[in-house]
């Protein structure tokens, strides 16, 4: 390690090696002068103020990077790279999650304070219904966000790193402070680093300076108290790479980095989707109903000069009773489902939510590489300004395409397919990379006594830089005399559906790397045209989606002429299409109208997809959007769902909902499929809790009014609860009718109260019916009523979800095999439930014989009259889930 001097007097101390905030081996330099306080001379605290070789050894690391087992062991004592919590305590947090209704944190005192006033019995048979239910939804969650995991590591973010000298891909969660990574476009920032050296680096740091811009990073030393935007050698977790590459030092990672320290703000709760607002009102609509049910019954009970205490607890019950406790397991567990599903079709869902937002999608944007087309990409020949084949074009864009040593596309693969620089045959001397600004990328390579820059990109980003032209006689003639047979040359060509680039040159010297600022009086030689196909079966697979009732609508940067083409040959006959320039004269109101009545969005640049995925959101519709790309990071955060592939650069990746293991509308369309049985499995879980539980609750809070005893005892009521929502855990593997999918469905609550009114209701009438019966023909009494009643109000309950959970009859549409299983032991064990040891703890007596036939046949008129009353309501609404 290499330090000023100290001063004439001053001593060096070499004091101690420590830990610096967690973050690795610290020496600490001291330079002492006589009477002095010691001054600090090197810090991790401020790296941007040290030396690459001073850090490298206060991180005891190497330019050839860590070794395996050095790795490990910091691995070890630093912890994985993440700023998630240890999932032991988010396990605890989940467990805990399972009480924080408020009306279960009121059972549970009422049913303490009902134990300290010497009903322990009651109390204590309350506190275990409360916890069996709560252990029962927290083992289902626990179980999905387990399955969720494991899928989870097969679409993991990896990055490269110098490990033992050699350069290799490991886990983003892997890299420990020391490592050396190696960076280039659409790279995540693993941790927060210093640049070891750098090529026309560009960062994207809006979320630590709020600005859309990349900032451009070199290495060097910056002063200690440089504020954190102007860090210029620094690189931050939480960035990604735009355009250039680079190499770096990792000095802190997880929590202790800068995104870390303030993640709380940075780390914005993902938007809430169109599903989970869905769920939001949902529980609203119940709380408003159950918060009215249980101040009027406590009144009237009261009022009738019945136990408080008893009455109090019967209201809390009735509200348990009412609340769809098992909801939030429900829908995990039918999410995990789903996830599993999706899969088993190459799809990997990372954040569950959007499954539900999948099935509900009608707008699926997308570009058309390797969607509709092939996305391989075939060189269908090198051309000179008059369209002729040209060796020198060919030459040139292969020496570009082979040499270059940014991030690997398929564009350059197709080239070097067909012409590769001859091993040590030429030397790279500089390479200014692509980005999307500039659109081009520029390679300066030497030969003998050969010396050229050659640039390749969009032909008129090549054309703004080109001063002349070579003429197919190898003549150079005034750019301006040549653009209109240039550009005529690009139309025909991108009308035959060939992908166009330009080649342009400049004689450069071999004293001096090329420059950004010299990327101009540069001679453009020709074109290169590139051919994609449509895949074999897309018509097919864009008949299947529009089936489905969503639309497909491609954003490229293609122009339009080679839109237009790929459009004809896909089927679409007469294709609207909108181009970035157009966008540019819109505002948002017109391109919301607009953009429903377009297929396709040509010659797009990277900011104004975000711009048209939110307008189409505006306009009322679930978008998903389809990108890998660097520049689709910002589409695929403000979609509905943001979809990505596997081989996807990290950024998009990283801010994708799901991730494709094959890049094919195949695929998707199955996803489509799986996305809307789980919101119907969901949404039956919804009909079952708003129409035997509200009408048995209903029925309950009426009856209170005029028996002179509880229709039944508070912890009858939540044993009905949890009986009938235990098949309810099935549903995830339940059918789905064909009737359920076939268009997108999204959460309607107007539709919700009014099947909850009509069949809350209808289970009432049938109630007050069994009502009757107990008490007019069977004459019964206290213990008699609520035994008859339990067993009435569980086995009708449990039965109606065979009738709701379809809008079809019940012959043509069978529940899956689990559901009627677990349906059937419920049953099976409530009818002989008063027959156990285990009736006498809960009040119950044994029933007279008559009963049951009775029961059979008011059942039996339920879900007949259920089943009439189901095909009378869909038809009249017209609405079906």
Not at 433 to 444: A, C, G, H, M, S
Not at 691 to 700: D, E, K, L, R, V
């Amino acid at each position: 390690m290499s330090f000023t001097p100290a001063p004439k007097g001053g001593n060096d101390i070499n004091l101690f090696k420590t830990d610096v905030m967690g973050q690795g081996p610290f020496r600490l330099i001291l330079t002492v002068m006589p009477n002095q306080q010691p001054l600090l001379a090197a810090s991790l605290d401020t790296f941007w103020n040290l030396g690459s070789t001073e850090v490298l050894q206060l991180l005891s690391g190497s330019e050839k990077g860590l070794s395996r087992s050095s790795a490990e062991d910091r691995l070890k004592t630093y912890g994985l790279n993440t700023l998630k919590g240890a999932s032991r305590s988010s396990a605890v947090l989940l467990f805990l999650g399972q009480f924080k209704s408020p009306i279960t944190l009121l059972l549970i005192g009422a049913a303490g304070l009902s134990m300290g006033l010497g009903d322990v019995p009651d109390a204590v048979i309350i506190l275990i219904i409360i916890l069996i239910s709560s252990c029962l939804g927290f083992w289902q969650e626990k179980g999905a966000a387990h399955a969720v995991e494991e899928l989870l590591k097969l679409v993991q973010i990896r990055c490269r790193i110098l490990r033992d000298g050699t350069e290799s891909e490991w886990p983003v969660e892997t890299v420990v402070p020391g490592d050396i990574i190696v960076l280039s476009a659409g790279d995540v920032i693993p941790g927060d680093s210093l640049l070891l050296d750098s090529k026309e680096l560009f960062i994207d740091e809006a979320a630590f300076t709020g600005e859309s811009y990349p900032v451009e990073k070199n290495a060097g030393i910056l002063p200690a108290d440089t504020v954190l935007s102007k860090r210029s050698n620094a690189l931050l977790m939480g960035s990604h790479v735009i355009s250039g590459k680079a190499r770096a030092l990792v000095i802190r990672t997880g929590g202790k980095t800068e995104f870390g320290k303030i993640s709380g703000r940075l780390r914005l709760k993902p938007p809430e989707t169109d599903f989970e607002k869905g769920i939001r009102h949902f529980g609203y609509m119940l709380m408003e109903i159950t918060l009215v049910l249980v101040i009027i019954i406590f009144a009237i009970n009261v009022l009738l000069h019945k136990p408080a205490l008893d009455s109090f607890l019967f209201s809390l019950a009735l509200a348990v009773g009412l609340t769809p406790q098992l909801l939030p397991a429900i829908i995990t567990v039918n999410l995990a489902a789903g996830a599993r599903a999706m899969a088993s079709k190459k799809v990997i869902v990372k954040r569950l939510s959007s499954i539900e937002n999948f099935g509900s999608m009608n707008i699926l944007c997308s570009d058309k590489t390797g969607t509709i087309t092939e996305g391989m990409v075939t060189l269908k020949d090198a051309l000179d300004i008059t369209g002729n084949h040209s060796e020198k074009t060919l030459r040139y864009a292969g020496l570009n395409a082979s040499l270059q040593q940014g991030f690997t596309n398929p564009i350059d693969q197709a080239i070097c397919a067909v012409y590769k620089a001859p091993p040590g045959a030429f030397t790279v001397q500089c390479e200014i990379p692509y980005d999307f600004i500039r659109k081009r990328l520029t390679v300066q390579v030497q030969h003998e006594n050969e010396n050229v820059a050659i640039t390749k990109g969009a032909l008129n980003g090549i054309l703004d830089i080109c001063g002349q032209a070579e003429t197919e006689k190898g003549v150079l003639a005034p750019m301006d005399e040549q653009r209109a047979l240039i550009t005529g040359q690009y139309r025909q060509l991108s009308a035959a559906g060939f992908r166009v680039l330009g080649i342009a040159y400049k004689n450069t010297s071999k004293e001096k790397d090329f420059t950004r600022e010299e990327e101009k009086d540069m001679v453009f030689l020709g074109f290169i045209t590139l051919f994609d196909p449509p895949k074999q079966h897309i018509r097919e697979t864009l008949d299947g989606l529009r089936g489905l009732g969503v639309q497909f609508k491609v954003i490229t940067g293609d122009n339009a002429l080679v839109a237009d083409s790929i459009a004809r040959q896909i089927g679409v006959l007469a294709p609207v299409i909108l181009t970035g320039a157009q966008l540019r004269q819109m505002n948002d109101d017109a391109l919301m109208q607009q953009a429903m009545n377009t297929n396709i969005f040509a010659e797009v640049e990277p900011n104004q997809k975000e711009r048209i995925i939110g307008c189409l959101k505006k306009a009322g519709n679930v978008v998903g959007f389809m990108g890998d790309g660097v520049n689709d990071a910002a589409a695929l955060h403000t979609a509905d769902v943001g979809i990505s592939v596997d081989d996807a650069v990290d950024v998009a990746k990283e801010a994708a909902d799901m991730v494709l293991l094959e890049q094919d509308l195949a695929v998707l369309k199955e996803g489509i499929i799986i996305g809307r049985k789980t919101f119907a499995n969901t949404m039956k879980y919804v009909f079952m809790a708003t129409s035997a539980n509200f009408g048995n609750m209903f029925s309950m809070a009426g009856a209170s009014l005029f028996l002179s005893f509880l229709p039944l005892l508070p912890k009858q009521i939540l044993l009905t609860n949890l009986l009938t929502d235990f098949p309810e855990m099935a549903i995830a593997s339940d059918r789905v009718d064909a009737l359920s999918v076939e268009k997108p469905r999204r959460w309607d609550i107007r539709f919700i109260k009014r099947f909850m009114l009509i069949f809350g209701l209808l289970s009432s009438v049938f109630d007050y019916l069994t009502f009757g019966v107990l008490l007019f023909f069977l004459k019964a009494g206290e213990s008699v009523f609520q035994t008859g009643w339990f067993v009435e109000s569980v086995v009708s309950a449990t039965l109606i979800v065979l009738v709701v959970r379809t809008r079809l009859p019940f012959l043509k549409s069978l529940p899956g095999k689990y559901l009627m299983i677990a349906t059937g032991l419920i049953v099976l064990l409530v009818l002989a439930l008063p027959f156990t040891p285990l009736a006498g703890l809960f009040g119950f007596v044994h029933l007279p014989l008559s009963f049951y036939g009775w029961m059979g046949l008011i059942v039996a008129g339920y879900l007949g009259t259920a089943e009439l009353a189901k095909q009378w309501f869909y038809r009249k609404l017209q609405k079906d889930y």
